[in-house]
């Protein structure tokens, strides 16, 4: 009866887990109740990735994505709006060796409970690409690279949003 109990409730906790993509969205808040906890998530904010973008928008925070790191990892913005300019800026020409298995990157900012507010889309080798997030609140955050092994090995940073 025991682990028929426990079955269930690990098949439950399962089947409410849900993926996500970035981009252009907003979505609202959810409540996941189940036998061990009620959990709420706050909410994503509204963000675009304009890919033609060739120059950086007046007012933008450019950020260089490079091999194993973001330049500079440490960001101040003033609440509100935020612009970043993203710049792919690995070298085309690196050893078949020392190559990462993705080498497109993006900027993904974490919320204070360390789930992803905002998400780029995807910048290749040599792309630019202006990502707008819509009303981000004074606080610290969290951001790194969410594609596989990039944060673990470096691509990541803080950003500190000042009140306006």
């Known amino acids: 009866m025991r682990r028929t109990a426990v079955g ?3 098949m439950f906790a399962a089947s409410s887990c849900g993926g996500g993509g970035g981009g252009n969205h907003r979505s609202a808040p959810t409540t996941s109740t189940n036998a061990l906890a009620t959990t709420t998530t ?10 033609t973008a060739s120059t950086a928008p007046a007012g933008a925070i450019e950020v ?4 194993t790191e973001f330049q500079p990892s440490a960001l101040t913005a003033k609440a509100g709006n935020v612009t970043f300019f993203l710049v792919n800026a690995e070298s085309p020409d690196l050893p078949e060796g020392d190559r990462p298995l993705d080498r497109t990157h993006n900027l993904t900012i974490n919320g204070a409970e360390g789930l992803p507010l905002a998400i780029s889309d995807r910048v290749a080798i040599g792309e630019k690409a202006a990502f707008t997030v819509e009303g981000l609140d004074a606080g610290t955050y969290k951001f790194h690279c969410n594609l596989p092994y990039h ?3 470096g691509m990541r940073g803080t950003l500190e949003v000042q009140p306006r």
């Open 8 to 10: 269930l409730v690990m």
């Open 42 to 51: 706050s909410t994503s904010l509204v963000a675009r990735t304009d890919k």
């Open 64 to 67: 260089q994505m490079r091999n």
């Open 151 to 153: 944060a673990q090995v």
